[in-house]
């Protein structure tokens, strides 16, 4: 079977990367730019380090703040009707994964049409044309939606996320700026630092992974391994440290999938409204001592990628407990409770089943159920 690889046409990395914004919509004419992001960027100046430059370049542009941390159906729709209006023929949109994830469903929608009603574009959809040009600027170090093919929208009605695999919406252009991420708390630096970790783990591990891919994954557990407890007390080295490490592990497990991490903490988002990188930081080294003895030698070298020192000199049962360790501990040390206290016994009949059914389960190294999936989640509760 052929390994396939999709990344962005053009990427920029490094301090001062978003200079390169005005030229790029000049060269592919863009005549008027539909800028995503949501509201906190904007109160918080950050989306007008961007929009600053596109008023010198005399650039028009429109902006849609119309976004929540876990972006409905609605946000799309009503993101697409904006688009329209304005008369957009281009996106830059600005923010961690949920302006991305909503750029990308909109992106999609205008070219494709036929999908507006959003739910359609679960799984792998047959869209036909490629999204909407966009420039995409992170402004978290973790979800690494700048150069994935993934993107997930919350549907309120049926209290569920879905996953959409399409790369039809992968942005044309990735803008990687350390400067942009800088005025991120504590919190969601340990946060999206811990879900770009679970990128990395669960993409090294899962089923389709090939020596590409452990490259890329293996290079970004060693840079989250080093940088992101200083990230985290706002250390510029290590923001940009982190910048490259997201995109690294983004690389990586947008083409080869994800696991039973992502797939719980999908749900507790979608119920609790739990904030995604902390919940893949709950289960994370959860779900790695489930799929242990699934995993070859792999541990050995996450456990070597997270600095443990002596991997060599040790059992499979050493090395494979001292990965899940220090995993726990930088999840600690950057202050990611373990326990959620929503998570409740009524609820875990359908939480299971919404994780069994979640697009990442299947990627998973071990074969699970819906019960192995609700003794996973006791592990969180309180």
């Given at each position: 079977?052929?390994n396939?690889?999709?990344?962005?046409?053009?990427?920029?990395?490094?301090k001062g990367?978003i200079?390169?914004?005005?030229?790029?919509?000049?060269?592919?004419g863009?005549r008027?730019?539909?800028v995503c992001?949501?509201?906190d960027?904007?109160?918080f100046?950050?989306t007008?380090?961007v929009?600053?430059l596109?008023?010198?370049?005399?650039?028009p542009?429109?902006?849609y703040?119309?976004?929540?941390?876990?972006?409905t159906?609605e946000?799309?729709k009503?993101?697409?009707?904006?688009?329209?209006e304005?008369?957009?023929d281009s996106?830059?949109?600005i923010?961690?994964?949920?302006?991305m994830?909503?750029a990308?469903?909109?992106?999609?929608?205008?070219?494709?049409?036929?999908?507006?009603d959003?739910?359609?574009l679960?799984?792998?959809a047959?869209?036909?044309h490629?999204?909407v040009?966009t420039?995409?600027?992170p402004?978290t170090?973790?979800t690494?939606?700048?150069?994935?093919?993934?993107y997930?929208?919350?549907?309120t009605?049926?209290?569920?996320?879905f996953?959409?695999v399409?790369?039809?919406d992968?942005?044309?252009?990735?803008?990687?700026?350390?400067d942009?991420m800088?005025?991120m708390?504590?919190?969601?630096t340990?946060?999206?630092g811990?879900?770009a970790?679970?990128?990395?783990?669960?993409?090294?591990t899962?089923?389709?992974?090939?020596?590409?891919t452990?490259m890329?994954?293996?290079?970004?557990?060693?840079?989250?391994?080093?940088?992101?407890?200083?990230?985290?007390?706002?250390n510029?080295e290590?923001?940009?440290?982190?910048?490259?490490?997201?995109y690294?592990?983004g690389?990586?497990?947008?083409?080869?999938?994800?696991g039973?991490?992502?797939?719980?903490?999908h749900?507790?988002g979608?119920?609790y409204?739990?904030?995604?990188?902390?919940?893949?930081?709950m289960?994370?080294?959860?779900?790695?001592?489930?799929?242990?003895e699934c995993?070859?030698?792999?541990y050995?070298?996450?456990?070597?990628?997270?600095?443990v020192?002596?991997v060599d000199?040790m059992?499979?049962?050493?090395?494979?407990?001292?990965?899940?360790?220090?995993?726990r501990?930088?999840?600690?040390d950057?202050?990611?409770p373990?326990?959620?206290?929503k998570v409740?016994?009524?609820?875990?009949?359908r939480l299971?089943?919404?994780a069994?059914?979640?697009?990442?389960?299947?990627?998973?190294?071990?074969?699970?159920?819906?019960?192995?999936?609700k003794?996973?989640?006791?592990?969180?509760?309180?």
């Amino acid at each position: 079977m052929a390994n396939r690889i999709i990344l962005n046409t053009v990427s920029f990395h490094g301090k001062g990367a978003i200079g390169e914004i005005p030229g790029i919509a000049r060269t592919k004419g863009f005549r008027h730019v539909f800028v995503c992001s949501d509201p906190d960027l904007i109160r918080f100046g950050v989306t007008a380090k961007v929009t600053d430059l596109l008023d010198e370049a005399g650039i028009p542009y429109t902006v849609y703040s119309g976004i929540k941390p876990n972006p409905t159906v609605e946000n799309v729709k009503d993101g697409v009707k904006a688009f329209r209006e304005c008369g957009a023929d281009s996106i830059i949109t600005i923010g961690g994964g949920s302006s991305m994830d909503t750029a990308k469903a909109i992106g999609v929608i205008i070219t494709n049409p036929e999908f507006e009603d959003v739910r359609s574009l679960e799984g792998v959809a047959p869209t036909k044309h490629h999204a909407v040009p966009t420039i995409a600027v992170p402004t978290t170090a973790g979800t690494a939606a700048e150069v994935t093919i993934n993107y997930v929208i919350t549907d309120t009605e049926k209290e569920r996320k879905f996953v959409c695999v399409d790369e039809h919406d992968i942005p044309a252009f990735a803008v990687v700026d350390p400067d942009m991420m800088s005025s991120m708390p504590k919190g969601l630096t340990a946060a999206t630092g811990m879900d770009a970790l679970t990128h990395a783990i669960e993409g090294y591990t899962t089923k389709a992974a090939w020596e590409m891919t452990d490259m890329f994954h293996l290079e970004a557990i060693r840079l989250i391994a080093r940088h992101l407890r200083g990230a985290v007390q706002n250390n510029p080295e290590d923001r940009e440290g982190m910048a490259l490490a997201q995109y690294v592990a983004g690389m990586g497990f947008s083409n080869v999938g994800l696991g039973i991490a992502h797939s719980i903490a999908h749900t507790l988002g979608a119920h609790y409204d739990t904030p995604h990188g902390v919940a893949c930081a709950m289960m994370l080294p959860i779900v790695m001592e489930y799929n242990r003895e699934c995993t070859g030698e792999k541990y050995r070298e996450i456990a070597r990628a997270m600095g443990v020192k002596g991997v060599d000199e040790m059992t499979v049962e050493e090395y494979r407990r001292a990965a899940v360790d220090a995993v726990r501990q930088l999840s600690a040390d950057v202050g990611i409770p373990e326990k959620n206290e929503k998570v409740r016994e009524e609820d875990l009949d359908r939480l299971a089943q919404d994780a069994f059914d979640d697009a990442c389960r299947p990627g998973n190294p071990r074969e699970t159920s819906v019960e192995e999936l609700k003794e996973l989640y006791r592990k969180i509760m309180v």
